[in-house]
């Protein structure tokens, strides 16, 4: 199972100025960067017995913040991502290229499926189809917590492009996927996801997190 964009989302272009790029919050699809992993990381309460895949490593800024744990994966379609994520976070943390989609191909379990500003390069159906692939691997309590470029609705964007009146939220919008909340709710209580939360931290960013029973 691999995303339809998988191709055009590879940073390898971007990687070496991403770093510098995400922590400039002036721009709105930066805003709430650091609060947005802090959540994520507070949310997913990995403990040391626990197996986490972090999807969308990127360079390793929220894999760096986790607390040990017994199994850490880092997935990302980007070869120059991963290879500036090496150095941060040691030989301990397994990084595999590969899809976000296609990691779930894979017979592992996990406790904690996590990930930061990375899904939302998959279409609507995608992201449906993660939620239910994510499900499946994880083991009785897992959680499941992501923190993305999001909105409340499909109704809600022409507002919310209006107040912002930005060329960075235009593109957004124009190339990429953003989250509607309220879809992505529905579609993990359909994949058998419980104790759904989903928290503003910008005007762009949200914090989504559910649990398997």
Not at 29 to 45: D, K, S
Not at 113 to 139: N, P, Q, W
Request: hydrophobic content about 50%; proline content about 6%; overall charge negative.
């Amino acid at each position: 199972m691999r995303s339809h964009h998988a191709d055009t989302f590879n940073h390898d272009e971007w990687a070496a100025g991403y770093d510098a790029d995400v922590a400039d919050e002036s721009s709105p699809i930066r805003a709430g960067y650091q609060a947005t992993l802090e959540w994520v990381v507070e949310r997913a309460a990995v403990g040391p017995d626990d197996a986490v895949v972090d999807l969308g490593i990127g360079t390793g800024n929220l894999a760096r913040l986790l607390p040990p744990c017994r199994r850490l994966v880092g997935v990302d379609v980007s070869h120059k991502m991963l290879e500036l994520a090496a150095p941060k976070l040691g030989p301990a943390v397994e990084l595999v290229a590969a899809d976000v989609l296609e990691v779930f191909d894979r017979p592992d379990r996990y406790d904690a499926v996590v990930s930061t500003y990375a899904i939302h390069h998959l279409t609507a159906d995608e992201k449906a189809a993660l939620a239910g692939a994510a499900a499946a691997r994880m083991a009785p309590g897992g959680r499941f917590v992501v923190g993305d470029l999001m909105v409340v609705s499909r109704d809600s964007i022409p507002a919310l492009r209006t107040r912002l009146g930005h060329p960075d939220v235009d593109d957004l919008f124009a190339a990429e996927f953003p989250w509607f909340v309220d879809e992505i709710l529905v579609a993990l209580d359909r994949a058998g996801f419980r104790g759904l939360v989903a928290e503003q931290l910008s005007d762009l960013s949200w914090g989504v997190a559910a649990r398997v029973p």
